[in-house]
């Protein structure tokens, strides 16, 4: 207990005075409910057959859970920081606007390039050296995959970030209105009457706009353009829009995609996750002050520091850490509830709660090595960063082959 009073008091000896305590609490918050939403609302089933793990979700039997989704769902969150501090950081660069941003793209980049070489590693060893079904290996990359599509969006979004910071100088949040507009019109066109006459591919017009709504709120707020009157009214409106949605527009409840429903919230957003993430920025730049006061404890801020340090290692290898116990109980022990067990009864939730110290565990195992990844690869010749390339490929290959 002292030694964890020394780290805590350690790190707040080191913490700037100017460091904006509240906005690093929040994105701890916003990623930190990525793992637990990905351990709490996915389930895997074990193929009676070949013994494979298909993917499989709660929600598909508990409607009623639908709401959990609502609290995990927290990108509107971590969009919202990510704006606010890309702006701030924008207007401090010393050099230029393109090596700035070559800065952020590498920060985002190495560890995804990372975990995806790992993997293109892990495939044949699993596969040929174990036995693995590839029903699994499948259902794996599957699960690797599904956090990194947010790393390719909000590297898209960062790059936009000086035309975030002009537009929010000039029109503070009111900039973030046409991309609520395009989503409602885009909705209106795939959910509509004349929906069946609508490409499919015409949902993907809403990512880009989807996802920036957040972060341009975010631009508003670093350049002072959101204070708590405009928050109030995200949160009164966000809240109303939400409501409306659900009630009377018939969005589905889930903020995640449920297997085997027509419509989902999540790819890409609908319009209700730009009302949810309305709610939570105006939510949160009401409580920012209290917040800022609350992490003033060095007892808190800690593990606030250390969740931020390791951003991506949570993002990108949390489904990893899950997988390591999964793919093993499959292999050895068929089906375990809260694991590898089929979620369709109260007690696949139980179970899975009580699994979550043990994913958690295995995170931190897996992060002490893949948090490397994360620094610059400046040890490493041009051949090592070549081969990481070249297996990376090869797993997308595998992935969308």
Same mark, same amino acid.
């Given at each position: ?9 350690s ?10 305590? *509240? ?15 990905h351990?709490?609302?996915? =389930? ?22 639908a ?14 920081? #990510?704006?606010?501090?890309? &702006? ?9 606007? +393109? #090596? ?13 390039? =990372? ?29 690797v ?6 790393? #390719? ?19 503070g ?10 989503? *409602? ?17 015409l ?13 341009? /709120?975010?631009? +508003? ?12 009214? %995200? ?5 109303? %829009?939400?409501?409306? /949605? ?15 429903? *027509? ?12 009302? %949810?993430?309305? +709610? ?6 009401? %409580? ?8 003033r ?19 990108c !290898? ?10 093993p ?9 809260? /694991? ?7 007690? !696949? ?5 009580? !699994? ?6 295995l ?9 490397? /990844? ?17 297996l990376?490929?090869?797993?997308? &290959?595998?992935?969308?082959?």
């Open positions: 207990m002292n030694a964890l009073r020394r780290a805590a008091g790190i707040e000896a080191r913490t700037p005075a100017h460091r904006d305590r *509240a906005v690093d609490g929040l994105r701890a918050l916003a990623l930190l409910a990525v793992p637990l939403g351990w709490m609302l996915g =389930g895997l089933t074990l193929d009676a057959g070949d013994g494979g793990l298909h993917n499989a979700s709660p929600l598909t039997a508990f409607g009623f859970f709401p959990v989704s609502w609290v995990l769902q927290l990108l509107g969150i971590f969009f919202l920081v #990510g704006g606010y501090a890309s &702006v701030l950081s924008y207007r401090r660069r010393t050099g230029s606007t +393109a #090596g700035w941003l070559r800065g952020r793209v590498a920060r985002l980049g190495r560890p995804v390039l =990372g975990v995806t070489a790992v993997w293109a590693v892990l495939l044949p060893v699993l596969g040929h050296g174990f036995g693995v079904p590839q029903d699994t290996l499948r259902t794996a990359t599957t699960l995959v599904q956090p990194l599509w947010f790393v #390719g969006v909000y590297t898209v979004v960062t790059a936009l970030t000086p035309y975030c910071e002009r537009a929010a100088r000039r029109l949040v009111w900039a973030a209105v046409p991309l609520l507009g395009t989503v *409602a019109v885009v909705d209106a066109l795939r959910y509509g009457p004349y929906a069946e006459a609508v490409p499919s591919w949902s993907l017009l809403n990512i880009l706009p989807g996802w920036l709504f957040a972060y341009q /709120l975010g631009a +508003a707020w670093a350049v002072g353009r959101l204070g708590r009157r405009e928050a109030w009214w %995200l949160l009164a409106g966000g809240g109303a %829009l939400f409501a409306a /949605l659900l009630l009377v527009c018939g969005y589905p409840a889930s903020m995640v995609g449920v297997p085997g429903e *027509a419509r989902t919230n999540s790819h890409p957003p609908s319009l209700l996750v730009l009302a %949810l993430a309305a +709610a939570q920025s105006g939510a949160a730049v009401l %409580l920012h002050g209290r917040l800022n006061r609350l992490l404890r060095p007892a808190l801020w800690a593990p606030v520091v250390l969740v931020n340090l390791c951003a991506m290692t949570i993002l !290898w949390h489904q990893t850490a899950m997988l390591a116990a999964a793919v109980a499959a292999g050895l022990l068929g089906a375990v509830p809260g /694991l590898t067990g089929a979620p369709d009864t109260l007690g !696949w939730i139980a179970a899975r709660l009580a !699994w979550l110290p043990l994913f958690a565990g995170l931190v195992l897996v992060g002490r090595y893949a948090r490397r /990844l994360e620094a610059p690869w400046t040890g490493s010749g041009p051949a090592r960063r070549t081969a990481a390339a070249l990376a490929a090869g797993f997308a &290959v595998y992935v969308f082959g």
